[in-house]
C-alpha cells in the first residue's frame, strides 16, 4: 500500500468517526467543568481512554509537588478536585517517535446566562457551528486528539511511538495542571496543543500575570463623604497608572508580535467593593490581568507593577499613610515563542497543506495557553495546532464543526507520520 | 413641692438610672442588629417594654400596606424578620399632651472587622466613651427615651400624656419602620428622635435617594481586550458624570444649608462587577447615594440622574446601544425642615438649658432621620435630639457617656413638662 492510500485511508476513518466525535464533544461540553467543577468531566475523559484500551492515569494534583518548580502560579483556592487524566497508548517496542497531545478541561464562567441565545451548558449545533462554553476552548480541540488516534487505529495501524493524551485543567487560571503533567514525569519528543488557533501554527505567545490590587479607603457616614476616603473611588487613578505602564509595555515592542497593534492589554476584570449604600466604602478589591512579551522577566513585571500601583497610591492623602496591597494569585506565565522542533513544523505544514489544500499559516496568541511548560521547563517543541473558533470566553462561543473535522485529520496523519505505524 | 424641686428629682432619677441605662444600652448593642437581623434585639426592648408595664405593640412590617403611603421607599429585600415594637404609655384620663419617641434598632454593617480597635459587637467602655456598631447610631439615644420615661417615673410621677416608644427598623435604608408606624395608626402632638445630633436640635436634613446603574460589556477573550467593552471601565465616566450633577445640586443651594460648604454629597458606596479575571467584565453594578435639598422634587430627581446616565453612556460606542439601567432599591427620601411646634420646641430649649446650663444650638443634617415621616406626612413637629457620637458607619463608632446622661435628663424635664405629671 502507497503512503498516499494510508493517508486516504486515515482521513477516510477520520469521516467515519465524526458523527461520533462531534456527538462525544457535544456531551463534553455539556459537563459545566469550571474551576473546582472538572471532575465529573474528567471521570468522562477517563471512562474514554479506558474504553480505548489506553492505560489511564488520574491523580489529584498535588500542590506541594510542583510549588518550587519552573512555571508555577500561585493558588488561593483548594485543589481537592483537581483531577489531572492522562491516556497513554504505550506500543510493544516504541521505536517511533512519542507525542503529547495535550488539552485542557476546563472553562471560564459563562457571564449572565440570559444574554447567551441558548443555555451555556445545553450544546447546541446550528449553521455548522458547535455552541456552548468551552466547546471551542478547548473541549473540541481535547476530543480532536484522541478522535486523531482513534482514526489511526481504526484505519488498520498501530502507531510506533508513545502517545499521551493529556486532560488537564487549571489551564484558565494558572497552568498547573499541564505543570503537574511536567512533574509527574511525562515527556515525549514533541507536543500538539489544539486549542482553538483558527487551523494555524501557534508561532508566540505573551506571558500573562494575574494580580488583585487591595485598596482600603476611610468609611464615614456619606453625609459627610468629604472628610472620609472612598476606596472604590480611590481605585480610578490606579487603573489609569497600569494603564500607563500597558502603553510603556506595548511600546517596548517584540519582533515576534510586529504585527499586532496592541499586544500587551491590561484588563480590570473583576471589582468588588462597599458594604452599604449610605457608607462611604472602607475597601474596593479589583482584578487585573496584565501580559507581557516573551523575555520579560516576571520579578521585574511584579517590581514595575508595585511601582506604579505605590506611586498612583502616594497621590492619595489617605492612600499614602494606607498603601494599597498587590496580591497575586493565578497566572505567573511567561511569553513563549516556538523555537527549534523543525522536524515535527514541517511534517505539520505537510498534514495541514494535504488536508487544507493550502499551506499552514502562522499566528501569534496574545493570551497564553499551556505550550509555554512544554516549551520553556521540558525543552519539548510544543506547537498550537486547533479549530476555528469564536467568541471564546464571550456569549455564544461556537467552534466551526468542518474545522475540527479537518484539524482533526491534520493530526491524525501527523500521529502516523511522526510515530510511525504498522499495520495492527 | 416646685417645679425646681420636681426638675430636680427627675434629673437625680437619671443618674440613679444611670448604671443600669449604660448596662442595657451596652447590651443592646451587642446585638448585631444588622439589616434583617433585627428581631432578637426587638424582642429584647419588647421585653423591657413589658418590665415597665407599658402595652407592647409588635408587629411585622407588611410592604403591602404601606406601599402606596407618601414617603415609602422600594425594597428588594424580604421583610420576614422585620419587626417594630412600640411601647406605649397609656395614662387614665390622659389629659396631657403626648408624644412619640422613636428610635431605630437597625445598624449598618462593620466593614472589614480587623479595621476595629476591638470588635464592634462587643461594646467597650473607655474614655468616658461607649464603642461598637450601633451604639451612636442609635441605641444610646433609642434607650435615652425609654430610660428618660423612667427617670419621670422613678421620680414618682405619672406622666398625664400618651407616650409612645418607637423602636423602629429600616431607618438606614428606607425609613419605612417609622412609616409603618404611622400606617399602624400612632400619632402624637410632638415627637423626639434622638439620633446622634451632638445634643443639638436638628433643624433640617438633606433628602437622601438611593440607586443603583446596571452596566452591561461586550466580554471577549482578554487577549483581545480592544474588541470588547468593559463593564467595569465604562462605569468611571458615567460616575464623573453623576459628580458634574452632584455640584449642580449643591451650586442650586438651600437657606438652612447655608453654613454646609458641600451639603449635597453623592456616594459610589458599593461596586460589584466581572466573573473571571481573563474575561473582559460583562457586567458591573454600582451603588449610589445622592442627597438632595428639601423641596427638591423626588421625581425630577430621579429624571435627572437618569438623563445624566444615558448621557454619559451614550459617549460610549458600545453602551450607545446597550444603556445602563437605573434601579431604585432603598431611600426615597425627601429633605425636611422643622417648621412649627413653637411650643415644643421651645420647651426643649429650656429642658436643655436646665441640663447643660447654655443654649441649645441648632445644626443641619446632611443625612436623612425618621423625623421626616411625623413631619412631611403626619402633621406632627419631630425634634432630632440625642447625644454625642464619633465615627458612626465608620470604624470604632463611639457615644459619648456623658452626653447620654445629659440628653436623658433634657428628654425626661421634657416629658413632664409636655404631658404634665401628677404624683404617682
Known amino acids: 500500500m ?19 466525535q462531534i456527538r462525544f464533544t457535544a456531551d463534553l461540553t455539556r459537563q459545566p467543568s469550571l474551576r473546582g467543577q472538572e471532575a465529573a468531566a474528567q471521570d468522562m475523559m477517563a471512562r474514554a481512554f479506558r474504553d480505548r484500551g489506553l492505560g489511564v492515569d488520574r491523580w489529584l494534583i498535588d500542590v506541594e509537588a510542583i510549588r518550587n518548580l519552573p512555571g508555577f502560579s500561585p493558588v488561593m483556592v483548594s485543589y481537592e478536585n483537581a483531577w489531572n487524566v492522562v491516556g497513554a497508548w504505550r506500543p510493544q517496542g516504541a521505536r517511533g517517535r512519542s507525542l503529547i497531545l495535550n488539552g485542557h478541561i476546563d472553562v ?52 510506533q511511538g508513545d502517545i ?9 487560571c494558572t497552568g498547573n495542571g499541564a505543570l503537574a503533567c511536567l512533574q509527574r514525569g511525562y515527556k515525549a519528543d514533541t507536543a500538539i496543543i489544539p486549542e482553538p488557533s483558527q487551523c494555524k501554527l501557534g508561532a508566540a505567545q505573551v506571558g500573562v500575570m494575574w494580580f488583585q490590587v487591595h485598596v482600603q479607603g476611610r468609611p464615614v457616614h456619606v453625609a459627610r463623604a468629604g472628610s472620609g476616603s472612598n476606596a472604590i473611588e480611590a481605585c480610578f487613578p490606579i487603573i489609569r497608572a497600569l494603564h500607563e505602564l500597558e502603553e510603556d509595555w506595548n511600546k517596548r515592542g517584540h519582533a515576534a508580535f510586529a504585527e499586532h497593534k496592541h499586544p500587551i ?4 476584570s473583576k471589582i468588588q467593593g462597599g458594604d452599604w449604600t449610605s457608607s462611604v ?10 501580559s507581557l512579551f516573551p523575555g520579560m522577566d516576571l520579578a521585574q513585571c511584579r517590581r514595575e507593577i508595585e511601582e506604579t500601583v505605590a506611586n498612583a497610591a502616594r497621590k492619595d492623602s489617605f492612600l499614602a499613610n494606607s498603601p494599597p496591597r498587590v496580591v497575586y494569585h493565578g497566572f505567573q506565565a ?31 496568541f496574545t493570551g497564553t495557553t499551556d505550550a509555554r511548560f512544554f516549551g520553556l521547563y521540558a525543552d519539548t517543541p510544543a506547537m498550537v495546532y486547533g479549530p476555528e473558533s469564536e467568541d471564546i470566553h ?7 464543526i468542518e474545522s475540527i473535522r479537518r484539524v482533526t485529520q491534520s493530526i491524525a496523519l501527523f500521529i502516523a507520520d511522526w510515530c510511525g505505524v504498522k499495520a495492527a
Not at 2 to 18: C, N, Q, S, W, Y
Not at 116 to 138: K, Q, V
Not at 281 to 290: E, K
Open 2 to 20: 502507497t503512503e498516499a492510500d494510508a493517508a486516504r485511508r486515515i482521513l477516510k476513518a477520520v469521516d467515519d468517526g465524526f458523527d461520533d
Open 394 to 400: 464571550g456569549f455564544d462561543e461556537r467552534v466551526n
Open 281 to 290: 466604602p472602607a475597601w474596593c478589591v479589583f482584578d487585573m490581568r496584565v
Open 265 to 268: 492589554n491590561f484588563v480590570v
Open 108 to 159: 471560564v464562567p459563562t457571564g449572565p446566562a440570559d444574554m447567551w441565545t441558548s443555555p451555556p451548558f445545553e450544546p447546541r449545533i446550528a449553521d455548522g457551528w458547535l455552541y456552548g462554553r468551552g466547546g471551542g476552548d478547548m473541549k473540541a480541540g481535547l476530543v480532536a486528539g484522541m478522535y486523531a488516534f482513534d482514526a489511526v487505529r481504526r484505519a488498520g495501524y498501530a502507531p
Open 164 to 172: 499521551y493524551i493529556q486532560s488537564v485543567v487549571e489551564e484558565e
Open 334 to 364: 511567561e511569553g513563549y515563542v516556538l523555537e527549534g522542533g523543525a522536524e515535527p513544523q514541517a511534517l505539520l505544514e505537510r498534514c495541514h497543506q494535504t488536508v487544507f489544500g493550502q499551506k499552514l499559516d502562522r499566528m501569534t
